[in-house]
T-cell receptor, first 116, second 111 residues
Framework: GAVVSQHPSRVICKSGTSVKIECRSLDFQATTMFWYRQFPKQSLMLMATSNEGSKATYEQGVEKDKFLINHASLTLSTLTVTSAHPEDSSFYIC????????????FGEGSRLTVL | GNSVTQMEGPVTLSEEAFLTINCTYTATGYPSLFWYVQYPGEGLQLLLKATKADDKGSNKGFEATYRKETTSFHLEKGSVQVSDSAVYFCALNNAGNMLTFGGGTRLMVKP
């Protein structure tokens, strides 16, 4: 099956710094990737839709200047949390659509961000 | 709009007990339905899916049947194991790339 890989899996940073999370589709091309955020014991919340070669589409309430998304190639999307604060601490998960039309999404392993 | 409602957890069972996690949905048309599982510290994995009414998805002993008349996709397993302890998410996809998730149900299986 299709594989999506995220890096890093865990990151701890100081408040005010920026953190970049990578999402790669390893064995297929993904024109569209999705970034989700998951708070403890809660479901996934879609943050933005990342389209290769164009600007990301952000969901309502998500600060585009804080969560920078770049989808520079068909196999890589990055999420940069700028000027991170403790309230940005969360589990961030990316996904990419597979090559079939069943709507199945393949998810990365997730990246746990802790902002001190 | 689309929505998915799951039973709230946590669900605590003894090993070899029967599991049911209820899931109902609201959507127009004919969505595809999914169950995803998230083991501790890991990302989501697709557990099973069904793309049309009356389809039954199955994997690793888990089953769910797409019931359009009751707009449900309940997850069942006849005999749970400790290793099944995880959070289970019901989701739907309706003519697009995006998934709509339920709130997740935490399952805890005790030996």
């Amino acid at each position: 099956g299709a594989v999506v890989s995220q890096h890093p899996s865990r990151v701890i940073c100081k408040s005010g710094t920026s953190v970049k999370i990578e999402c790669r589709s390893l064995d297929f091309q993904a024109t569209t990737m999705f970034w989700y955020r998951q708070f403890p014991k809660q479901s996934l919340m879609l943050m933005a839709t990342s389209n290769e070669g164009s600007k990301a589409t952000y969901e309502q309430g998500v600060e585009k200047d804080k969560f920078l998304i770049n989808h520079a190639s068909l196999t890589l999307s990055t999420l940069t949390v700028t000027s991170a604060h403790p309230e940005d601490s969360s589990f961030y998960i990316c996904s990419a659509r597979g090559q079939t039309n069943t709507g199945e999404l393949f998810f990365g392993e997730g990246s746990r961000l802790t902002v001190l | 709009g689309n929505s998915v409602t799951q039973m709230e957890g946590p669900v605590t069972l003894s090993e070899e007990a029967f599991l049911t996690i209820n899931c109902t949905y609201t959507a127009t048309g004919y969505p595809s339905l999914f169950w995803y599982v998230q083991y501790p510290g890991e990302g989501l994995q697709l557990l099973l899916k069904a793309t049309k009414a009356d389809d039954k998805g199955s994997n690793k002993g888990f089953e769910a049947t797409y019931r359009k008349e009751t707009t449900s996709f309940h997850l069942e397993k006849g005999s749970v194991q400790v290793s099944d302890s995880a959070v289970y998410f019901c989701a739907l996809n309706n003519a697009g790339n995006m998934l709509t998730f339920g709130g997740g149900t935490r399952l805890m299986v005790k030996p």
